[in-house]
């Protein structure tokens, strides 16, 4: 069991695991915890994530100051990763892929986990997996993937990344809750992996058009029958137009 936080350890089954039972343990918003390496990542949707020395693996907790804004805190914590890269100067085409990954030129750099653990007071754990070094083979090579290191030809050390990505992303939740979510939605699309008129599949390869977002965050696609479908959690695929 670890019995320190807001450190980097050498080895751990699931940062996510180990943040879950920090919060057990009375540890509040802003406990961190990084591993150089993890023996079972966990990505969204029960999926591994792959971990490799060298890549950040992180997780840490949040506190949702509103509830009504729980649904765009993928959107919120994808933005403020995105955000704390463009502070470095590290690429302007990493984009946001709907509804929490990071993505450049169709390569996943970069996958985000939330999980509510706490209802009654609004207690997130944030799992966040970085390819800085290395990019990890996914689904069998079946997802290309890429890194920061392959994007920028620079080696960049995962823990001063740590602390930026966890103070922006509690700046960012006191943004919300002040200003409500148009300017995260502005923000979503400006950096969006998925524009508006974007062709796409989803639900079992069901094709459609990107049409933007609605008031929780889903992804508005129009069938083809011309109907308005909202997708909260699928996986959605951008195709190429003919």
């Keep these: 069991m670890i019995e320190k936080f807001n450190q980097i350890i050498p080895l751990c089954e699931s940062t996510q695991t180990e943040i879950k039972n920090a919060y057990l343990r009375g540890f509040g ?16 949707q029960g999926r591994v994530w792959e971990s490799v020395e060298g890549n950040l693996h992180l997780s840490f907790l949040l506190k949702i100051e509103d509830f009504k ?7 919120l914590v994808a933005y403020g990763v995105l955000s ?4 470095l100067k590290l690429s302007d085409e990493i984009k946001i892929k709907w509804p929490n990954d990071l993505y450049f030129c169709d390569k996943k750099l970069c996958g985000i986990l939330i999980d509510l653990i706490d209802q009654k007071k609004g207690i997130l754990a944030i799992g966040v997996g970085l390819n800085c070094i290395e990019s990890p083979e996914l689904n069998e090579g079946l997802k290309k993937t890429t890194s920061l290191f392959e994007i920028t030809g620079e080696k960049i050390n995962f ?11 509690h700046v960012l939740m006191n943004k919300i809750k002040a200003e409500e979510t148009q300017w995260l939605e502005n923000a979503y699309f400006k950096h969006s992996y998925f524009q508006n ?4 599949l989803y639900a079992e390869n069901q094709l459609g058009i990107v049409c ?20 909260f959690s699928d996986e959605v695929i951008r195709v190429k137009k003919a």
Excluded: C, F, Y
């Design 29 to 44: 918003s802003g406990t961190w915890i990084a591993a150089r390496q993890q023996k079972i990542g966990q990505g969204r």
């Design 69 to 75: 804004n729980l649904t765009w805190t993928s959107l």
């Design 84 to 87: 704390v890269l463009q502070e």
């Design 159 to 169: 823990e001063e990344l740590i602390l930026p990505i966890v103070e922006k992303n």
């Design 197 to 200: 008129g974007d062709h796409v």
């Design 212 to 231: 933007g977002l609605g008031k929780d965050a889903e992804l508005l696609i129009e069938d083809q029958t011309k109907t308005m479908i909202k997708i």
